[in-house]
C-alpha cells in the first residue's frame, strides 16, 4: 500500500526499513516481499510517478530536467576545470539500458578480494532484472540486437521503435570501419566496446522504470508499506552489540521544520493542527539504505558515520570514524557534438509546432507508438527556475556535491579522443551528403588545444554518480561497506545503491545498479531465512 503521511501507516515496526525508492530500493523492496514472511517498509522522500507525463513518456522525458517535483535541484561546487562553471546536479533516471563490461566487475572482484562480484558469477543476477521485448512497432531487429544474452526480469528493454536515418548510417559506417569502430550487436554480452544500435528501458512504447517494474506490480502485498514524501533525516542509534552500535532505527520528516499541518476537525471546529515533529520507524532485521550516491552519504553523515575530523567541523557527533563516506565521487562528464544535416527529418519540427506535438502525444495516448515512444535523441533545454520558486520550499540542506570533472591529463585526454573518434565516424562515406558541416564552438575548434578549452565550457554531467560509499574487502581500512554490503564499524545497516560500486563502469549506471542490487536482495534474503 501507498501512503504519504507517516501517521496513516499502520505500524512503526518493520522487519526491513529500506530508505530511498529509486533503482536499487525499488529492487530490494520488491525482491524482500516475495517472502511473505518479511514485512518491509520502503520510503521514499519524492512524490508518486503516478500520471506524471514526463515520467512515462519516453521521449517526453528531458521536461523533468533540470529543475521539477521529481528531481533534486542539486548543483555542483564550481569547476575549476571548467572555467568555475556550476553544473546542474538532477537525480531521476532516464532509460538507455548499459550493463557495462565483464572487466568492469572482474575489477570490482578483485578490488573487494570477492570473486561473487566478477561477471561470471552476476549472470543470474543480470538476467534476473530485465528482459527484452520487441520495439513498439514490431519492426525486425535481426542482427541488431542479441536476445541469447538477455534475461526474464521485469525491467523491459527495446530497441528504438521508430528507426531513424540515422541508424542505417551508424551501422553502415561501423561494419565497414573495421577494428576503428567495431559493430557490436549487443554490447550487453559482457563485451561492451563497440558501436550498435542504442537499448533502452523501454516496453510497449512505455518508459520501464524500476517503480513501473519492480514496485508496482506488488503494491497489493500486505508486507509491503510504501512511504512517499517523507525524507529520511538520519539513522538513530538503537544500541550496542559487544561495543559495534547497532543502527535499526530511522528518523524521518516531512518537511524541514519537521512539522506538517493538518487540516482537522474537532467536534464543529475546523482547525489546522501541527504534529509530530519527527517520526523514529524502527527495523527488526536491517536498515537497508538505498538513497543513491548522493543522498546515501549524507544521510550516514547526519548519522555519525564519516570522516570524524569532518564531522566535528560539521559539529555532529562521530559515532564510527569511516573517512571514504562521501569521498571518491566518480562521475560521467559529457560533451555534445553537433552537426548541421542535409535533412528536414530531424525533432525541429516536433519541438516548434504544437499542434504536431499534440497529435505525436495523441498518438502515444491512443496506441503508445510514434516518435513519443522513444527516447529523445536530440535537444534537451537546460533552463533555471527562480531561487524563490515555490518548489524549492521542500529541500534539507544539500550536501557540497564536487565531481572534480576535467582535472586530470587523463580525462583531458579521454575527452580528446571521444572528440576525435567522433569526427572520425561523422566523415565515413555513409554521412556524405548528409553531414554538411560541424557545428557550435566545440565543432569549430580544429587544434588539441582548441578542443581543450572549448570542452571546459561544454562539459556537464550525464548524471552518472557512483562509489560515495564504495565497497572494499572486509577487512581493509578503506572503504565503507563489505562485500556483502554491510557498513563496517556498526551493524544491522547495509548500503544497496549506485554509491557502493568500487569503481564507476563504462556503462549507463542504472544496469549496473539493477544488477548489485538483485545481488544483494539475496544475500539479505539468505543471511534472514
Ligand atoms: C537525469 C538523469 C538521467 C539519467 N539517465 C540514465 C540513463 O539513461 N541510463 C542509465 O542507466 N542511468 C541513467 N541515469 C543514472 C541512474 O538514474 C542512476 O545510476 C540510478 O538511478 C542509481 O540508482 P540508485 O538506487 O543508486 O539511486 P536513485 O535511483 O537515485 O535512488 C535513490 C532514491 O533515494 C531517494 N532519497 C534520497 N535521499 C533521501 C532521503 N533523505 N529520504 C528518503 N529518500 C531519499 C531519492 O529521492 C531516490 O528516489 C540518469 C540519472 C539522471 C539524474
Not at 143 to 166: K, Q, R
Not at 201 to 214: K, L
Amino acid at each position: 500500500a501507498l501512503y504519504s503521511d507517516v501517521s496513516q501507516l499502520p505500524k512503526l515496526k518493520y522487519d526491513f526499513v529500506v530508505i530511498g525508492a529509486g533503482a536499487a530500493g525499488n529492487v530490494i523492496a520488491a525482491r524482500l516481499t516475495e517472502n511473505p514472511k518479511f514485512s518491509v517498509l520502503l520510503i521514499e522522500a519524492g512524490i508518486s510517478d503516478q500520471g506524471v507525463l514526463g515520467v512515462q513518456v519516453p521521449f517526453l522525458a528531458p521536461t523533468n530536467l533540470p529543475n521539477s517535483s521529481v528531481t533534486w535541484n542539486y548543483t555542483t561546487v564550481p569547476q575549476t576545470s571548467l572555467n568555475n562553471r556550476v553544473l546542474a546536479y538532477s537525480r531521476g533516471h532516464l532509460m538507455t539500458y548499459t550493463r557495462g563490461s565483464d572487466d568492469e566487475y572482474n575489477r570490482w572482484a578483485e578490488l573487494t578480494g570477492d570473486d561473487s562480484w566478477a561477471w561470471r558469477n552476476l549472470e543470474p543476477f543480470y538476467l534476473k532484472s530485465t528482459r527484452l521485448v520487441p520495439p513498439v512497432d514490431h519492426h525486425s531487429t535481426k542482427g541488431l540486437v542479441d536476445p541469447a544474452v538477455h534475461g526474464f526480469g521485469p525491467v523491459e528493454v527495446s530497441l528504438p521503435g521508430l528507426p531513424s536515418e540515422l541508424d542505417g548510417r551508424v551501422v553502415n559506417t561501423s561494419k565497414a570501419s573495421g577494428a576503428e569502430f567495431p559493430f557490436n550487436v549487443d554490447i550487453q554480452s559482457g563485451n561492451s566496446v563497440g558501436v550498435g544500435i542504442a537499448q533502452s528501458t523501454i516496453g510497449g512504447g512505455i518508459r520501464s522504470s524500476s517503480s513501473r517494474a519492480y514496485l508496482e506490480p506488488n503494491l497489493n502485498r500486505s508486507n509491503l508499506h510504501v512511504l512517499l514524501e517523507n525524507s529520511v533525516t538520519r539513522l538513530v542509534q538503537s544500541g550496542s552489540d559487544h561495543g559495534v552500535p547497532v543502527f535499526k532505527q530511522v528518523e524521518l520528516a516531512a518537511s524541514p521544520s519537521g512539522k506538517r499541518a493538518h487540516p482537522t476537525f474537532i467536534g464543529r471546529l475546523f482547525m489546522s493542527v501541527v504534529v509530530a515533529t519527527r517520526t523514529i520507524v524502527t527495523a527488526d532485521k536491517e536498515v537497508i539504505l538505498s538513497a543513491g550516491s548522493i543522498g546515501t552519504p549524507q544521510i550516514l553523515m547526519l548519522s555519525g558515520l564519516g570522516d570524524a575530523a569532518e564531522l566535528g567541523r560539521l559539529g555532529i557527533r562521530p559515532v564510527v570514524n569511516l573517512p571514504d563516506v562521501g569521498k571518491n565521487l566518480q562521475d560521467h562528464p559529457i560533451m555534445s557534438n553537433y552537426w548541421v544535416v542535409n535533412s528536414n527529418n530531424t525533432f525541429d519540427d516536433v519541438l516548434r509546432n504544437t499542434s504536431i506535438l499534440d497529435a505525436d502525444l495523441a498518438q502515444w495516448t491512443a496506441n503508445k507508438t510514434g516518435l513519443f515512444g522513444n527516447a529523445p535523441a536530440n535537444a534537451v533545454a537546460l533552463l533555471r527556475i527562480p531561487g524563490n520558486a515555490s518548489i524549492f520550499e521542500h529541500p534539507f540542506t544539500f550536501p557540497l556535491i564536487d565531481p572534480n570533472f576535467f582535472n586530470t591529463t587523463f580525462d583531458q585526454f579521454a575527452m580528446l579522443s571521444a572528440v576525435k573518434a567522433a569526427r572520425a565516424f561523422m566523415t565515413a562515406p555513409p554521412w556524405q551528403g548528409f553531414v554538411a558541416s560541424r557545428f557550435g564552438p566545440v565543432g569549430s575548434a580544429e587544434t588539441d588545444e582548441d578542443i581543450i578549452a572549448a570542452a571546459r565550457d561544454a562539459i556537464v554531467t550525464i548524471w552518472h554518480p557512483t562509489s560515495t560509499a564504495r565497497m572494499s574487502p572486509r577487512h581493509a581500512s578503506w572503504g565503507v561497506v563489505d562485500p556483502q554490503l554491510l557498513v563496517k564499524g556498526v551493524s544491522g545497516l547495509r548500503i544497496v545503491d549506485a554509491s557502493i560500486m568500487p569503481i564507476i563502469p563504462a556503462a549507463h549506471t542504472t544496469g549496473p545498479t539493477y544488477i548489485l542490487a538483485e545481488r544483494a536482495a539475496e544475500f539479505i534474503k539468505e543471511a534472514w531465512c
